[in-house]
């Protein structure tokens, strides 16, 4: 289950900031600094297409949260220096590069120092603190690039109080605005911190200011902007918290630049504004921070697991230009991971199958053998950097899960999970999968052929372990019968009823499934009797679950994944006994909230 503990800990990082802040939230910078120019640009590795596929690299961030022995000898997120990130660097491009890991990305904390105060320039920018980063920013970018790596660097939404500077500030490259001129009169404040005054974007002059900004960035050679603490998402709603215009406004920022700056949005973004996300930024993050903040830098429980529950209905958003970031890798070495060794490869091989971007948080100088052959197996890093939908769940969303996607050759990207606490056999059913009959099937991670299968194949799990599969049907399309929840012989009953639903097939579906709730199939036909996988499509916000049974039988409790909203038609399929000839299957929400329900499909036997 989710930590109860994760919002707690970013306020925490929040109170750090302002408890050190307090009394200088108007600083006023006493130094001009030089105006950014065109002609300051790093050279750079000619880059692809932005975020034509999921990025790979490095972050600092899970290090410098770790109270792990030695990372951060100085205190909270010490680790954050100029000679870590160059360590990181060098073992990156030793050990990584070749297998397509490219960015170094620098977190939370580049302009702060030691006790978290900040660095500004005479134009309300920050700048690198002089403890951390010596050389300055720019010479860290030109050093990454060096090495034939992408740089990439971090700040929060929002003007932060203490580059406020009383409001006298003047924008860079501007006659006439101040940092007055960028936000509200009343200071109103955002972010996942509320660290930060909100900007004006009905002032022109805030434009100005997040343009300054990106030439800034851009001039010092950045290849990759995280911007965080954006909402709605980061724990946070409301007006003050809406940051769309925003993330927009970089965007158009970035573009002014001439350089292509990925561009990622963090933290827990809100899925209701999925499409404003993918308009405007080259990636988002669905969940909240993997990291532990403890001993380690993760833990199963402490959100690792979460993610099997969270990214489901995100699925359909991904695709080039942008995807769906699950956060951190951190699988690279046992003792700091706080895993073990079946829940480093159930983890990695969730965020390979999901398409997420494959950054790690390790400490890459002390990656072990297994860690290492898990972030460099090529056929687990080809399913996520090739082209085709992210995997999704086509099972309930139990403890036994099977999650499958449609390569562009006409196999299957196929996984198993058991994310329960003990051993089980996980069973991928072809049907499923929309066909019957033979397949070819190989283990991806251990990269063995496992010949053929006739309809089915059961692989034994360790608790938290995985497998992960290439299945290439050798037998016929499933043939169905389809059966529509808003036909008139159905029966719905208390608060059910049909609506309106564009994706859905007829558009139309039955809602209102809650507290007693039911719809009832009434003249579904079995050519036989026998155990069929019924193949739901459903729509629902966020996990719902609702009691499936057939025959006046007692139900059972069937977990539906997120389906990305609504209106968003998502499928798993669900085992039904049927006995031949008619039937009646019921989908009855008992005393709980469940998701709507489109149609139904029954094999032909």
Not at 58 to 73: F, I
Not at 101 to 110: L, V
Not at 267 to 273: A, F, L, Q, T
Not at 426 to 440: H, I, M
Request: proline fraction near 6%.
């Amino acid at each position: 289950m989710r930590s109860l503990t994760r919002p707690a800990v970013r306020t925490l990082r929040s109170a750090l900031v302002l408890a050190v802040t307090a009394g200088l939230a108007v600083a006023v910078p006493t130094a001009q600094a030089a105006p950014a120019a065109a002609g300051t640009t790093a050279t750079a590795p000619s880059p692809a297409p932005v975020a034509e596929k999921p990025y790979m690299g490095w972050s600092s961030w899970s290090l410098q949260t770790t109270s792990y022995p030695g990372v951060n000898p100085d205190g909270a997120y010490s680790y954050l220096t100029e000679a870590n990130v160059s360590k990181q660097t060098d073992a990156l491009a030793s050990k990584l590069k070749k297998f397509g890991y490219e960015y170094i990305n620098i977190d939370a904390g580049w302009w702060r120092g030691w006790d978290w105060t900040p660095e500004f320039d005479g134009y309300g920018r920050q700048q690198a603190d002089k403890e951390r980063f010596p050389s300055g920013m720019k010479a860290v970018a030109d050093r990454i690039h060096g090495k034939g790596l992408k740089a990439g660097i971090y700040l929060p939404v929002g003007l932060e109080k203490e580059g406020y500077g009383g409001g006298r500030l003047p924008v860079w490259n501007t006659d006439d605005c101040t940092t007055a001129d960028i936000v509200y009169s009343d200071l109103r404040t955002t972010n996942g911190w509320d660290s930060s005054y909100k900007l004006d974007f009905s002032r022109p002059c805030a434009q100005k200011y997040i343009d300054s900004q990106a030439q800034l960035i851009a001039g010092w050679g950045y290849d990759f902007l995280k911007l965080d603490g954006v909402g709605p998402g980061s724990f946070k709603s409301g007006d003050n918290y809406d940051n769309r215009t925003d993330v927009a406004a970089w965007q158009k920022a970035i573009r002014s630049t001439g350089r292509p700056v990925h561009l990622e949005i963090s933290w827990s973004m809100d899925i209701d504004y999925a499409k404003d996300w993918k308009a405007t930024s080259n990636g988002w993050r669905v969940d909240t921070d993997v990291e532990c903040y403890c001993d380690t830098l993760v833990s199963w429980e402490d959100s690792v697991e979460d993610r099997w529950r969270d990214t489901p209905g995100w699925t359909r958003y991904a695709g080039p230009g942008g995807w769906n970031d699950l956060d951190a890798i951190n699988v690279g070495n046992a003792a700091m991971s706080g895993l073990t060794k079946a829940e480093r490869q159930s983890y990695m091989t969730l965020w390979a199958v999901a398409k997420s971007p494959l950054f790690s948080g390790d400490d890459l100088t002390k990656i072990d053998d297994y860690g290492l052959s898990l972030m460099t197996n090529r056929e687990v890093l080809r399913i996520n950097q090739q082209p085709g939908r992210p995997a999704e769940p086509v099972t309930p969303a139990g403890d036994e899960q099977v999650w499958a996607s449609r390569n562009p050759d006409g196999s299957y990207t196929v996984a198993l999970f058991n994310q329960g606490d003990s051993p089980a056999a996980v069973t991928a059913d072809w049907a499923s999968l929309g066909f019957t009959g033979a397949a070819t099937v190989r283990d991806v991670w251990n990269g063995e052929d496992l010949g053929r299968h006739k309809d089915s194949l059961t692989e034994a799990l360790p608790a938290h372990g995985s497998r992960l599969l290439t299945v290439t049907p050798n037998g016929q399309k499933l043939r169905t019968t389809a059966y529509e929840a808003e036909a008139p012989a159905n029966v719905v009953t208390g608060t059910a009823s049909v609506g309106d639903c564009e994706e859905c097939s007829g558009a139309k579906k039955v809602g209102g499934l809650y507290t007693g709730a039911a719809l009832r199939f009434t003249d579904v036909v079995a050519e036989k009797a026998g155990r069929y996988l019924v193949k739901v499509d459903y729509t629902s916000r966020d996990p719902r679950s609702i009691g499936i049974s057939a025959n006046g039988r007692a139900p059972v409790a069937t977990a539906f994944p997120a389906s990305g909203g609504w209106g968003a038609v998502e499928s798993i399929s669900v085992p039904v006994t049927l006995k031949a000839g008619r039937n009646t299957v019921t989908f009855d929400s008992g005393t709980g909230y469940s998701p709507d329900i489109d149609r139904i499909e029954v094999p032909r036997a």
